[in-house]
């Protein structure tokens, strides 16, 4: 399904500097890792992973100290053309976003991208659902057209995977005059002050919602929107995701339903090819051996107490970074069907 794709490296990182992939003189690697906002469920991940690489990376060889600096870019699109201006060197994106970047696809079909990092390991997965205003008349998603939608922002990947299942189902046109373009800072505000009837909002790793729909989810009373079988299929036709119906979670209020269809996304975290096999390999341990800590700034982080989940979501097409890839094997995870990749040394 998808493209090869070559891996340019990419050296330095706006903000940081005097640092490459195997370390600096003072025997330290800074990381600079795109992410879309810190309110987002990634965000938050790489912000916990962020707390626990500084406690418990060491300052001795082979990997010495490293630095994971989490770096707001506005979207997953926007962190991979960071990446590729040499302002990034690692971020956590979804799949969707990497595919379409592999296949030169929406957002990158009129300017693609020249390189897309090496796979790391899962950050996790979320479900993709549509609620509506109390009082809106939206019920299922046929009720969605000429109504006042808001989904997602336009800078998102997930906001292009959105797009991409609304058009597959045939909807899209009718739905585009009526889209409210907000941020996340704004949209809870839009919704409690009328100018959004229904919108797109996701839930992660069955636990909890991002900061800003727990926000939505405050000022507002809403009820989960059920897809029709013409929005399904839309999702079945999308690549990177398929409709799954779910038992609803999340929320602080009775969403008028136990179960809600959904179509999910997964995510990872990316790492450039001038990080070393070695910085790779210490990046991919301590995750494994420190996921509470990690959860207790992320509870829906995936479980890399099980090195297995790391690798579950692996995209075909594309090298898994090679320190992670040898972690994964010292775990006796089979990845033989995945790329080794190469980095700069």
Known sequence: ???????????????????????????????????????????????????????????????????????????????????????????????????????????????????????AFKIVSIHLQIVAVDGSGIETSDDLVEKNFWALPPSWGLRQQAETVFKNAGMWEDLEPN?????????????????????VVYGSGFQNLPGWATEVDARTDLHVVQPTDRLQQGIEQTRGTSYKEIDVYGWNQDMGADTVGTFPSDFQFFFGQDISRDVGYELATISHENVDAIQEGQAAYADHSDPEVMAEVYLDGLPVHPGVYDFLEDQDVDVSSYERGSVEE
């Open 1 to 119: 399904m998808l493209k090869a794709t070559g891996i340019a490296g990419v050296m330095g990182i706006s903000g940081l500097t005097g640092c490459s992939g195997g370390g600096s003189e003072s025997g330290s690697t800074s990381i600079g890792a795109g992410i879309a906002s810190a309110s987002t469920t990634t965000g938050q991940a790489s912000n916990a992973f962020q707390r626990v690489v500084k406690e418990q990376s060491p300052d001795t060889e082979p990997a010495g100290a490293i630095q994971w600096a989490s770096q707001e870019t506005g979207g997953d699109p926007a962190s991979l053309r960071q990446y590729n201006q040499g302002n990034l060197r690692a971020m956590g994106a979804g799949n969707f976003v990497m595919a379409s970047a592999m296949q030169d696809a929406t957002p990158f079909s009129e300017n693609p991208v020249a390189s897309v990092p090496h796979q």
């Open 179 to 199: 889209v409210v373009d907000a941020d996340i800072g704004d949209v809870a505000g839009a919704v409690e002050e009328g100018r959004v009837d229904a919108l």
